[in-house]
């Protein structure tokens, strides 16, 4: 799955011509995943809105300039105000309540301390769920220092928050690309620490360490990387004998995924259309380009709600599958005339031509919830003879010289991202899936890992979801002896072959 | 159904010390229906917001103090700015694009100018699909003069652009309570000019011509009225001898109930919970107070989202639905500890009680999608050992003194009207079935409606429906001469007896 | 609703040529309904089926020649062989274990005897769960004499049984025409007893006391009528002036209209499809005709289960409920050459022509949910140049010249009611209705009632379904005293006013 | 999954008491899949059974006894009555209408007859649909000899039409157990032909090969086995180093896998339960034991018809995704008292024993659709206090001493199996796997296959998929060359990688 491509940092060091314009052509919008509570600043009056309003009108002051003190007395952190530390606490509290999976993970390791002895170094969105995350790590026995993988995703108040506790952050909304990397350096090249641990979201801490400071895989007993991004450059490492250390892939556990994708885009596919332009589903033609986990999420969610739903397919066999959940399996261009509604979520590129846009009725709206923003020929529609008309955020009407209106959300960007939220619970599955990644490669036994990329243990893909069965008050039946001897099974898990479907 | 219930404007008039205090208690949400475009003023970028906040930071000026002009030099108009029809032409453009069907009247009956000679006084909501049904209505032959039901619902740049083609309109927003009289009057009391139409969302045009120029009544052939609140005091009005011309009532027309409550609701309700809570509906345990068709849209939108749903009822027969629906029935206080979601559709009061919302778990949602703001008890949230908690626009966290928070949506109120949107193509429904009605009392033969209150006929119901079917491409099926005379019917309809269910 | 209509017994009376030929055209279904029993006999080896098998064989005396006393002594009876009764007895208690609504009716009712002094001559269906209502009758103090209402539907043990306990029953199954008559006849016509309640399922009771023994009417407080046929009638005589006596339709309740159509279709429709084609659901394109009750409970299901539905309706309201549920509204001519399927429920005849037939794809199966037999134009099937080949009980495949074979089910009758079986819970419902029915006319102060056709006092209509909730384990919610007032309803209901949709 | 595990014949060569025990406990099932028609049988009048009937009647000379020529005048067959060819041509004619997929394999592949050479040896179910498999393998070019893996699935008029077109078949149904192997030998062990390829089910043949004639497997390319008893024994062999030719697992294919499972059980649980009890869904509570494909199946479609569905789960991902899908997860003890239906889908043992049973309400319903007849412990129901009562066929009443009745179906066994029918559609999809194994590995090239077992490689799966299409009318779309490139795919596929879940 795509979700995690994004435009932004990742290919800075890649930095030629076509990449820079990309980066600067969505200066708002430039992260690969905006959080729940970064997203709702825009529309809703959060507590962490209030407090950023305040500190960017009044200090423009860079962080790197300022001389601040936590009040441990301790000034080894970068963030744009340490004031605002309490307010960053109140969030981090209020995501805590939703993130019982880590808290629980808290409670049943603190005794044991699995992460003593751990020197993580972490590169990744800097927000409340993040930073409950990172007190569990601590709490857990690790010692962290933490960088933010994207210039406009940090919640000010939440890393000042951190920092007020002791970790040593350095991030803050609107970073430059030179911030970008110069925080990076500061939480890597630190004199008296060596980090021994890596967390990474989008390869960048990656890149740097290997391409400054390479000694220091000497010391680190593993790499958990949680973006389709970062996984494909492992992989390539890996395939070309690269890879120093054992990696792990967590973006590909099967209970993020199905978060990630099943179920996140069941409910994110209505939120994102209703919100842009509260269209009425019941007896809207749509068809969704793609049948795979995202796009079963959409038919689903839009079927149940009365919407007439067809698809398209290259697999035959999610074709049939498409089938037997009753869509019509279908050619865009053979249906393109009477659709309502048209979302993407193949992966691939040009799945909606600038011929097909042309035959758009008056009215279709046109969306992306697949890949990145590839997967609709936007760039053919900035042609003269079509007029833009942005009629709200992220909304825009294409109007066609016969007076015809295309809409289309998000300027083909992903619109579960840009105008949805992530539930927090989908956030807790990740970061428990880091968390537990990171108590492994760090306690693995000598041989168990080596210098490749990994999947996440069946087991401990059980043990994530586990955690999260008490948010349903669920309770799971336990194997008797007999009853595992007879399957084969340790009572314990894993339950299944890794071959399993699910 | 009781979505129409308001607490402005309409019980201005009984002035009585509750209603006061209860109107400003909610300065900022006076409306009985917050329409679509005004609320997405509150979160989004549309023109029309654009515009208002220009004219309110520069313009302080009252409407009824300033001398406005419009193109064909008339003065006949009170609005905020005529300048800004510009502005409000394209709003209604846009408005127009979803409401085929009052268009598709228009062209139909523009031949035959079924309202000529009708000269309609009215007062409704003054947005961008009023002002598609008032232009309708002009353009079938009728004299307007219009006037808003609701001092904050107006959309200035609408108002213009009407006053700018010629409608008198008087209506701005922000109106005093003074100029909402003023308003009413201005449309009624003119030289040279009377009613014999009125349409009227509320009862205040109606409660201010019986009131002050009862002889009006003498020319007009009839009342259009489409609120709950109107209608009933149209029928006290009826059981008291008082109503002097034939009322009509457009509120329980089939259509547009099934519109109002099960297919808006089953959308509204998703929409609402997750723009103000981010909520994930899967797995979450949620009861629904009130198995009517409020309650029927509520359930089956969150049973297909993957809730676990159960329903309270009073009535077996709707109770015995819900089980065959699938839904378990239980009594609130039975269930109440293990609820992540409480929502109110009953139409009752005091349906979630202080004693309940003590048991309610730690984080437990609770909203009204029901009757006005009396169904839960949240007065008795308004005691000392509990902290009220602003977290974002519409949400609260009321805090026990243990910590546990619920979390309360638009302090009770409606959630659909307060946290959605209406689509526009709910309004359309309303609009056309508003049309109708006033075409029929308008022509309707000497006798065939006395001084009473009548629901629509079923032909011009299924007229409304019939309009609405190109939205779709729906395609119906004729009757032969032969099957009409089997079924005993008119190959026109009506096709179904009064007491058909639907 | 046209499920009730039937080509057997009813008509008889009528004797025209037409009739006749319907009647002997389908000799061995010859019902109005079949009920659960009755049909299971033919595919399953049920107790009574055995029984049926052993006296079929081995007695060929006509009942009317055969003396038979009960254990009691009594000869006031008439059916197959008394020494059944055992047998009878235990389908009877099994019978009940599913209609416990009636056995909680007898408890509450038992000690008050709201039927004593009632003398209650009934036809109707005579199986196991009428024995159950006939035995509730008798134990709320009815005195009862019986006879069954088709030639072909009598359980004979059954009625062994009720004879054995001492109620005059006249019934077996496969009685003659004249058989049928002098059965009534019994009933009706019996020394020192004189009936004071009708109980009639059809109408031809009733027509058989208007014929032969007007004079009864002046003793009978009412009729109780629960077919579609029957109640057409009543209708008829009271608008000619005929009806002398108060009539209540039980028909059209609330919760039997629901339970008929909806809920049991929505089963029935997969069962009847099932049974007859192994058909896999997932995938098929299905066309259903006509989205009334039925036609929403078939939809609901197929699509429910991957079929791709779409319908046709000739009702704008109903056409607009379809899109607005997700359902393409097409004509049938449009789409017929892809559908793999095509049901009819209409209730009007020939909506599917032969027209329609010869442009079908290969294989297409064809099926009636609606009104009797006129819905296909199956006589338009019976032609020389196509072959009908019966591959299975209910399944003829038509084959046209070009070796095209369409699958026709139950030779275009009711496919619920040849092909599926009417679950006890639903004739729960209508025997609990009956019995409500009974004790209200039979109670009712003078002049509640006039010479005319009620419909089930809705306060009924809800104890029906409030008698049925215990077996879904179903809680109500009783009002406060302070709701009730602010809602204006007495406590225990009615809850909804007459024109309430459900 | 476990649906393959049978009772019969696999077992007879380890011929210990308990196995031996089973075999005659289950005479009159002992088949591991009941198809289609032979199910139909016991219930219905298709041609087949009124064929079976005539000749178990008038002949009971063994077929072994009987000397038999088919038209070209060859007597290498032996099968019941060589004269029932014209009513198996028949049955396999329908049964080509659904199998559209190998009909058009059949063309495709017909001109360069890739099994040319092919000499086949199958033991398999001998119905139409077999039928249509092997005279498909002929047309491209095979040679086959075939025999039946079970003693009573032989439809005998479907062997005779076999016989007839010279394809050497020796099965009838109602074999012994020495017919059984006889039959086997007679196919393997002839004069002038030696096998080279393998198709087997259940694995009986692959076993006797091993054991007779182990020199057969010099010759032959590899064997390809579709049950889940012959693959486990397949792996046996190979972990023990004995496989000494390459073996095609083509059970676990993607589309099989969920055809059997997920889209089969979807349908069949209903129609099991429907058959059997003639059961109301609506309101129903249920527990389904066991979230996986099976499981999802049921859930889905009893959710779907308005039972109210909580389920078990060891595996706390698929108990995660229960959640997520609106399931509460339980444990069967804290509910077994409020359930109206039990349903096992473990694949495990003992999941319903007796202390459960003990505790079930009266009526309730307990079946299995897992794993073969372990599930319940029905074992545990055959005490002295306890009463049998079969009230129909596969439907027996356990009777507790307090009156208590449990309706256990199928006495614990499949229930898909015994009271429903297997669609053509998926023996469709079996077929064609089966059919491209054979090609695959008869046509691989010298390496690519080892003597190991073998999953069916993925394109050949999609290719599978994609010629069932046409009977949707689905439209693949198709990958253009740019597209290709980008996703870094072949435009034929394999289009997912091996992990992919589906």
Known sequence: MAHKHGHGRERIQFANTEDKQEFSKYPTK???RSLSRSISQSSTDSYSSAASYTDSSDDETSPRDKAQVNTPGSSDFCVKNIKQAEFGRREIEIAEQDMSALISLRKRAQGEKPLAGAKIVG??????????????????????????CNIYSTQNEVAAALAETGVPVFAWKGESEDDFWWCIDRCVNTE????????????????????????????????????????????????????????????????KQKFDNLYC?????LDGLKRTTDIMFGGKQVIVCGYGEVGKGCCTALKALGAIVCITEIDPICALQACMDGFRVVKLSEVIRQMDVVITCTGNKNVVTREQLDRMKNG???????HSNTEIDVASLRSPELTWERVRSQVDHIIWPDGKRVVLLAEGRLLNLSCSTVPTFVLSITATTQALALIELFNA????YKQDVYLLPKKMDEYVASLHLPNFDAHLTELSDEQAKYMGLNKNGPFKPNYYRY
């Not at 590169?123 to 933010?148: D, K, P, S």
């Not at 070309?240 to 250390?245: D, E």
């Not at 885009?265 to 596919?269: A, G, T, V, Y």
């Open 30 to 32: 430039a992260g690969r």
């Open 123 to 148: 590169c990744t969105h800097i927000t409340a769920q993040t930073a409950v995350l990172i007190e569990t790590l601590v709490a857990l026995g690790a010692q962290c220092r933490w960088t933010a």
């Open 192 to 255: 008296g620490w060596q980090a021994n641990m890596i967390l990474d979201d989008g390869g960048d801490l990656t890149h740097w360490v290997y391409k400054k400071y390479p000694s220091v895989f000497k010391k680190v007993r593993g790499i958990v990387e949680e973006s389709v991004t970062g996984v494909h450059r492992l992989y390539q490492l890996s395939k070309a004998g690269k890879l120093c250390v054992p990696a792990m892939n967590v973006n590909d556990s099967v209970t």
């Open 265 to 269: 885009c069941r409910e994110s596919i």
């Open 364 to 370: 279709c709206i046109v969306c992306n919830m697949g």
């Open 445 to 448: 036994p000598e041989g168990r």
